[in-house]
């Protein structure tokens, strides 16, 4: 069991561990957590297989942005996943995981998280996690989903990119004291389980009843730019398929998906 690994376990080249029901492969740096998972997925681990790294060079979020985060200092990790869902619902799992870790961050820390639609975790108006899902599809039929997380844990304000020092924070910024990534996975693994296994159950009314709970987007003001287009109206609701729904200010609805927009506000 693993209840008594600590964070030095992080540091090694390359370990396994194991949680309930979970077979966690550690690398001291890859390119990207969900390259290697998806290379693992490819040659058929199951379900719930979950790749985890110190470092990762080529960190990436939505619409191809870098993810940067630095050796040791974050929780970056990503799952297999082999779920039994129609292709349009892929964008679902990434409402789910957003609602799990608000969920994780407020456990383990105290800290109240919100969700910005759709993938992005908010500490006082500060992004402190980023969220990936990519699906592979075989006939129309979801293959596999490769589910990638990127959490600051521990960065203290020097290691944050220039650029981004006032819109990214950490829960080491939040809370002032260090938290352990090894307790903060462990409880991160418990709700995931709990609320996946809700998900296979309930569906979508599921995942979008617990969003709302924790989003921090809807009934505000949005300016989307999709394309050379720049949108604004207010964020209404969340639609079966993942997609922000909102009320354009002619008064009428339009709904965008999260691939196709850049959203503010």
């Known amino acids: 069991m693993a209840n008594n690994v600590s964070d030095q376990e992080f540091s090694r080249p390359h370990k396994h561990i194991r949680l309930p029901g979970k077979r966690i492969h550690i690398f ?4 990207s957590t ?16 979950v790749v985890m790294s110190l470092f990762q060079s080529g960190g990436r979020g939505r619409m191809q942005r870098q993810w940067v985060c630095p050796p040791g200092q974050g929780l970056l990790l990503s799952m297999v996943l082999r779920p039994d869902i129609k292709i349009e619902s892929i964008p679902q799992l990434t409402l789910l995981g957003a609602v799990v870790t608000a969920e994780t961050i407020y ?5 109240t998280a919100g969700i910005k639609w759709p993938n992005d975790i908010l500490i006082n108006g500060k992004k402190v996690c980023g969220i990936l899902a990519e699906g592979s599809l ?26 981004c020092r006032d819109t990214s924070t ?8 260090r938290v352990s990534r090894m307790e903060f996975l462990k409880r991160f693994m418990i709700s995931w389980d709990e609320h ?25 003001q949005v300016t989307i730019k999709k394309d050379q287009d720049v949108i604004q109206g207010v964020a209404e609701d969340i639609s079966d398929k993942g997609g922000l729904v909102v009320r354009r200010l002619d008064g009428t609805k339009q709904e965008f998906l999260a691939e196709d927009i850049s959203l503010r506000g």
Do not use: H
């Open 34 to 49: 969900n390259n290697v998972a998806r290379q693992m997925a490819m040659a058929g681990a199951p379900e719930g297989t």
């Open 196 to 220: 996946y296994q809700n998900y296979a159950q309930f569906g979508q009314p599921y995942v979008r009843s617990q969003w709302i709970k924790k989003n921090i987007t809807l009934g505000r």
């Open 138 to 163: 075989s006939r129309r039929k979801v293959e596999y989903v490769i589910m990638g997380f990127g959490i600051n844990i521990n960065l203290d304000p020097a290691q944050l990119p220039a650029d």
């Open 28 to 31: 001291r740096e890859v390119s």
């Open 107 to 111: 456990l383990t820390t105290g800290c």
């Open 170 to 177: 950490s829960l080491n910024l939040e809370t002032g004291r």
